[in-house]
């Protein structure tokens, strides 16, 4: 009998709730809508690892991915709503990936492939007509695969210096030094220079890597807009976000190994978008995105006493394209 007027009180105070926001909203000249588009646009990740053999490494590439994204807003009041955002990769091309060594040049390149997906969530406190303050969370994925290996032009050189004392020290006075154990643990898990990736003739054969990468950040940010604000005709907005990394997953494939952070590197977001708003409650609007995440290095030992580790990377997208909004 206690749960039951327990749960009858639970429920009057979401009726009630739900009530106040109903009649709010019939006051309120902003509109509720939704939103889908698609577009087309480069993201880039990289990789930097303070020692590698001696050496510092850093792995780049650079790739064209299609996007489709939907969402809306729900209006509480004037003042008060909520943004729904989520955006997927249709598909993702292959690019190339070149591991150069600062002062060398390029030891191997192989062929790679990223996917993106990412949700967010927003809170909407709109301080005038126009501009509002968001306070938010992100959850993103992204799929990072390595495949095809081979060597660069700089390989043998690279092989060489790594067995020559004098030269090995050079740099290490150049940089910062963790230790020489921690530099062969780096070395033998991100220099793939032996038969497992080049066949007797030294040509390449097909071995994949994949890491997945999950997290949650986060954010808070201006935005200004009057898409559906009671007006109709030309329509603007622009966005600023910041946020940080509340939790971070990584998971390699290849080896079934994990590791995770809280609370360490950042998330930066822009956006802006012009379009058309009719009568009819329906817009257009053509939209560019750019985003930046920071992570730092993650380092543990693993079950069997061996030091794994995911090198500082970070993952830049910019992103051009149109969508169709409407609020019936």
Request: aromatic content about 16%.
């Amino acid at each position: 009998m206690k749960n039951l007027r327990w749960y009858l009180c639970l429920g009057l105070l979401i009726s009630s709730g739900y009530a106040l926001a109903v009649e709010a909203k019939k006051k309120s000249s902003r509109k509720d809508y939704s939103y889908f588009g698609v577009g087309y646009g480069p993201v880039s990740y990289t990789e930097k690892t303070p020692q590698a053999g001696g050496f510092k490494l850093e792995m780049g590439s650079v790739g064209q991915n299609m996007f489709v994204r939907s969402g809306g807003y729900v209006a509480v009041n004037d003042k008060i709503g909520f943004y729904l955002d989520s955006l997927n990769n249709s598909f993702a091309n292959t690019q190339k990936e070149s591991w150069d060594i600062q002062g060398l040049g390029t030891i191997q390149t192989n062929d790679t492939q990223i996917e993106v997906n990412e949700f967010n969530f927003y809170l909407a406190n709109f301080f005038t007509k126009q501009q509002a303050w968001l306070f938010g969370i992100s959850q993103n994925r992204a799929v990072f695969s390595r495949f095809t290996f081979r060597n660069g032009p700089k390989m043998e050189a690279y092989n060489e210096a790594r067995n020559t004392p004098e030269i090995i020290q050079i740099y290490r006075d150049r940089s910062e030094v963790i230790n020489a154990l921690e530099d062969e643990e780096i070395y033998e898990q991100y220099i793939k220079r032996d038969a497992t990736n080049l066949d007797g003739e030294g040509n390449p054969i097909h071995v994949e890597v994949t890491e997945k990468f999950l997290g949650i950040s986060l954010l808070a940010g201006y935005q200004f807009t009057n898409f559906f604000d009671g007006h109709a005709g030309l329509s603007y907005f622009a966005k600023a976000v910041a946020g940080v990394p509340a939790y971070y997953y990584v998971e390699n494939f290849s080896n079934s190994t994990t590791l995770d952070s809280y609370f360490d590197g950042y998330d930066i977001n822009l956006a802006a978008g012009i379009g058309w708003e009719t009568t009819m409650g329906i817009a257009y609007r053509l939209q560019y995105d750019m985003g930046h995440r920071f992570r730092s290095l993650i380092s543990k030992i693993n079950s069997v006493g061996q030091k794994v580790i995911l090198p500082e990377n970070e993952l830049t997208f910019h992103r051009l394209g149109g969508s169709i909004l409407w609020s019936f």
